[in-house]
């Protein structure tokens, strides 16, 4: 049952010891230390997949609101001042590439590595959260409503056959999410003029893209080719179907790598096989084989490389439902163009956990504040979302009705360029930098918060809380 009003308000379960369920107890714990907060984790420690990881300004904001921004600065491979953002190569020609463009930022992003990143989170996790390893949550059954209030904890069910009770249920479990797949499946049987097929949203989407991740040692790369572009600054390898992005973490001791194969006509489609699975260094360098020497020479000293097919999850029309509620990948996994996946489940976290600790939020009025979370953070998460997939296609010139990669000899300049070439990358350098300026714009997790708490404390004058 839920506790009496004499202890805490109420409890919280968070499912996914990812970095947007640590970010999610961290905040409540800080605004709220009596909050009991149960984190339920589906492996036996709190590790992650995948290496490097870049995070911007809005994501330091959150970090210096909770006191961590000068362990992070320790694990940042340079200050965001010094990184203004991303250089763009043409490298889809084997006799040599050339430079196109660089982002330039305000903040440009600061790449770090991602386990470094979580043993850090792991270690500010507040007293007031037990961490429970080896539980990976199958479903939960919504509790009974009274006037729109619930009137007995949810019940949460567990791959080894137990169960748990809590007040509010929070999926931070990723793309294959399953709140997010109970919540769609009970909305889906709900009585209504709506007749949305829910369950559209309950499984990801494969976008067409294949990710090949890797590492390689500076000190290797450095014998290789003591001058090569990736050991100075975050690049971006652009050619036709493919590109490489490549940035130093571990204070440049590794660069971290990840090159993509785009095919536009598999968006969508079922994807038969692992989603991620191990690769061969050699299936990497056949896909570059026609790249320009640098990535050549990266691709060759990639180190145990995985395959990864990047799924998506649809745009979803809600993110709450009664006491539950979605965040980062289970709630908008997105594709990797702007980095900014990470980012989004930081600021949801931030958001929420303010949200749930605030004085004005009871047990009787926690369905409120959730949906001021969905109000204030959806939308925007929504339009990252967008804008990565849409942009993703323009970085392997595959995108509709631009510039198609295709490489003639016609008016050509003192280096070789064509104008139909010319003119169509800078077309594409243009919107490219048009929708990086967007993605600056969005408004961040402080900003965000702030119109939570206006909207908490409207509500709360207008209900008598």
């Known amino acids: 049952m839920s506790l009496s009003e004499s202890g805490p308000k109420f409890r919280v379960a968070i499912c996914g010891a990812g970095i947007g369920g640590l970010v999610l107890a961290i905040t409540i714990g800080k605004y709220d230390p009596s ?8 492996h036996d420690s709190i590790d992650t997949a995948g290496v490097g990881i870049t995070v911007w300004k809005k994501t330091h904001d959150v970090m210096i609101n909770l006191g961590l921004f000068d362990e992070f600065k320790q694990i940042f491979t340079y200050a965001p001042e010094r990184n203004k953002g991303q250089m763009l190569r043409r490298s889809d020609v084997r006799e040599g590439g050339y430079p196109w463009f660089q982002t330039v930022h305000r903040h440009g992003p600061s790449p770090m590595h991602r386990q470094q990143m979580l043993a850090i989170l792991e270690r500010h996790l507040p007293a007031s959260c037990t961490v429970h390893h080896k539980k990976r949550l199958v479903g939960y059954i919504e509790p009974e409503q ?15 056959g137990t169960t748990a009770t809590t007040d509010v249920l929070i999926g931070a479990d990723g793309i294959r999410s399953a709140v997010r797949k109970t919540m769609f499946e009970a909305a889906s049987t709900d009585d209504g003029e709506d007749k949305t097929d829910f369950t559209q949203y309950i499984d990801a989407m494969f976008t067409g893209i294949t990710m090949y991740r890797a ?8 014998k290789e080719n003591p001058d090569h572009i990736s050991l100075k600054e975050m690049t971006a390898y652009i050619g036709k179907g493919r590109h490489l992005i490549t940035y ?18 598999l968006t969508g489609t079922p994807y038969e096989g692992h989603w991620v699975d ?3 260094r050699d299936e990497v360098v056949e896909y570059f084989e026609g790249f320009e020497p640098d ?37 908008h996994a997105m ?30 009025r926690v369905q409120d504040a959730l949906r001021i979370y969905e109000d204030v953070r959806l939308p925007i998460a929504l339009s990252v979302a967008s804008l990565s997939s849409s942009t993703s296609f323009m970085y392997s010139f595959m995108a509709p009705g631009y510039y198609d990669g295709a490489r003639t000899g016609d008016d050509l300049d003192d280096s070789g360029i064509g104008s139909y070439e010319r003119e169509g990358m800078e077309v594409i350098k243009q919107e ?24 908490l404390r409207m509500l709360a004058g207008a209900v008598g809380y």
């Open 248 to 265: 130093p973490i571990v204070k440049g001791t590794i660069i971290n790598l990840a090159a993509l194969t785009n095919n536009p006509s």
């Open 146 to 160: 009274d006037d729109a209030h619930p009137t007995s904890p949810i019940r949460l069910e567990f791959a080894d």
């Open 278 to 280: 191990d690769a061969t």
């Open 295 to 331: 990535v050549r020479t990266l691709v060759k000293l990639c180190e145990k490389p995985s395959k990864w097919a990047l799924h998506v999850v649809k745009p979803l029309p809600f993110c709450v439902r009664k006491s539950v509620a979605l965040i980062g990948d289970a709630c």
């Open 215 to 222: 590492l390689v040692a500076q000190e290797v790369l450095s």
């Open 432 to 455: 490219v930098l048009r929708r990086w300026e967007m993605m600056d714009e969005l408004k961040g997790a402080l900003q965000a918060w702030e119109d939570a708490e206006l909207k």
């Open 35 to 42: 909050i009991p907060i149960d984190l339920y984790e589906a």
């Open 335 to 364: 594709t990797p163009t702007f980095g900014a996946g990470a980012g989004q489940a930081i600021e949801d976290a931030f958001v929420l956990g303010r949200l749930i600790a605030h004085p004005l939020t009871s047990l009787s």
